[in-house]
């Protein structure tokens, strides 16, 4: 199960740091973590993934330079953590979790999702 917090409303040029609580099942190990996010009317976006150690992420070409993903296995926690959010951030951001090999940059490779928190950026 996935529990993602840590979103709000803030201004432009502000930060924000999502957290995304994983519980039951062996995290650290077992799964690729993915952060999407969705903004009304349009399609589910991928923003970021980070691998089951955390030694390798890759991030959107739309968040890269502004948000960085990590994750401590031993809090069972992965994090994303944004800078300098501009208007078109705002969306409902969701965690993932995938356990076995694809297209992280998809959102059919993941097999369990948390439920999604709302990230408004305003002006």
């Known amino acids: 199960q996935l529990q993602a917090s840590g979103g709000g409303l803030v201004q432009a040029g502000g930060s924000l740091r999502l957290s995304c609580a994983a519980s039951g099942g062996t995290f650290s190990s077992s799964y690729v973590m993915g952060w999407f996010r969705q903004a009304p009317g349009k399609e589910r976006e991928f923003i970021a993934y980070?691998?089951?150690?955390?030694?390798?992420?890759s991030l959107a070409d739309s968040v890269k330079g502004r948000f960085t993903v990590s994750r401590d296995n031993a809090k069972n926690t992965v994090y994303l953590q944004m800078n300098s959010l501009k208007r078109e951030d705002t969306a409902v951001y969701y965690c993932?979790?995938?356990?076995?090999?694809?297209?992280?940059?998809?959102?059919?490779?993941?097999?369990?999702w948390g439920q999604g928190t709302l990230v408004t950026v305003s002006s």
């Open positions: 980070i691998s089951r150690s955390g030694g390798s992420t």
């Open positions: 993932a979790a995938a356990a076995y090999w694809g297209d992280y940059g998809r959102p059919h490779t993941y097999n369990y």
